[in-house]
């Protein structure tokens, strides 16, 4: 069943809430997943998948640590979610973290993205995390441009590496150092 009704607008205009994921937040988190999956490339992910399948993923993150899952809500409507997830599994890797966004479509453009990384980079910021790092499929200019308004640098572009639907996509990397570091 959607969150939304037949014209994309959010049946509940209370006000938007960011804050730590819960299992009740899953449903909304993969119809964002899904909607993505089949209209954009910003996800390589080629075909949908259910609350049970993505189960998994959410148990990677926890209330404390540097791996976390914010979600904004309004009322009980998932508008997006944030996470900080392991980088690689290598020791060498355990103070970076990949960190992405995805919003439903009716709230594009309007801060909800800034919002949650604004909470998700406060809950790392007293955490063992040196580097974070974000792949962002090109083009995405709104991505980029989110990135870069907290603190994100370019460090290099990985060219035609995936293919999805036919075409090459390529991936621009950026990072961002942690505030605490030299």
């Known amino acids: 069943m959607s969150q939304r009704t037949d014209g994309g607008v959010p049946v509940n205009l209370a006000p938007v809430v960011i804050g730590p994921a819960t299992e009740d937040d ?3 988190i993969v119809e964002i997943l899904n909607y993505t999956v089949a209209n954009s490339h910003a996800t390589f992910a080629t075909r949908p998948t259910d609350v049970e ?3 998994g993923w959410f148990e990677q993150f926890s209330s404390t640590g540097p791996y976390r899952l914010v979600v904004a809500r309004r009322g009980s409507l998932v508008l ?5 997830q392991r980088y690689r599994d290598h020791e060498a890797f355990r103070e970076t973290v990949e960190v992405s966004v995805a919003l439903d ?4 453009g309007q801060g ?3 919002l949650l990384y604004r909470t998700l980079f406060e809950y790392l910021a007293d955490e063992p995390v040196h580097v974070v790092l974000a792949g962002i499929a090109m083009p995405n200019d709104a ?10 640098t370019e460090v290099g572009m990985f060219r035609e590496y995936a293919v999805k639907n036919s075409q090459y996509i390529s991936s621009l990397w950026m ?7 030299d």
Do not use: I, M
Not at 143 to 152: E, I, M, P, Q, Y
């Open 53 to 55: 399948e993505r189960r």
């Open 26 to 28: 899953l449903p909304g």
């Open 80 to 84: 997006g979610y944030a996470c900080s």
């Open 105 to 108: 479509v009716s709230c594009r």
């Open 143 to 152: 991505s980029v441009a989110l990135h870069r308004k907290f603190g994100f």
């Open 175 to 181: 990072q961002r150092l942690s505030p605490t570091a």
């Open 112 to 114: 909800v993205g800034s």
